[in-house]
């Protein structure tokens, strides 16, 4: 079991920025990819960015490559995503999500089994 915990979230202008955290406990020895997805009410939830926690490789969606980049602590079992240049478009959930199998896709949702609870981020223009 991992447990997923993220904060961070909040109200900005456009052109803003913020940064969320997801912090991880349990099984994270086992984990080998930890992402960042969001959802809008009424569509599915989206992959934004992911990292291989053994080696660092990152993947983001096209949405949001050159404004988000997501980091990782492995030793606070931490992972980072900071948002620069918000949109209004960028108003979601955020959810923070782990596996601990290799995933075939690292931005599909059905590859995570393990989810945090989620924090708000709204850009207004």
């Known amino acids: 079991q991992v447990h997923l915990v993220e904060s961070g979230g909040g109200s900005v202008q456009a052109e803003g920025s913020l940064r969320l955290s997801c912090a991880a406990s349990?099984?994270?020895?086992?984990?080998?990819?930890i992402a960042w997805f969001r959802q809008v009410p009424g569509k599915e939830r989206e992959g934004v960015a992911s990292?291989?926690?053994?080696?660092?490789?990152?993947i983001y969606a096209d949405s949001v490559k050159g404004r988000f980049t997501i980091s990782q602590d492995n030793p606070k079992n931490r992972m980072y995503l900071q948002l620069n240049s918000l949109k209004p478009e960028d108003t979601a959930m955020y959810y923070c999500?782990?596996?601990?199998?290799?995933?075939?896709?690292?931005?599909?949702?059905?590859?995570?089994?393990?989810w945090g609870q989620g924090t708000q981020v709204t850009v207004s223009s």
């Open positions: 999500a782990a596996t601990v199998t290799w995933p075939m896709q690292a931005l599909v949702q059905h590859e995570y089994k393990y």
């Open positions: 349990g099984d994270t020895d086992s984990t080998v990819y």
């Open positions: 990292v291989n926690w053994r080696t660092g490789t990152t």
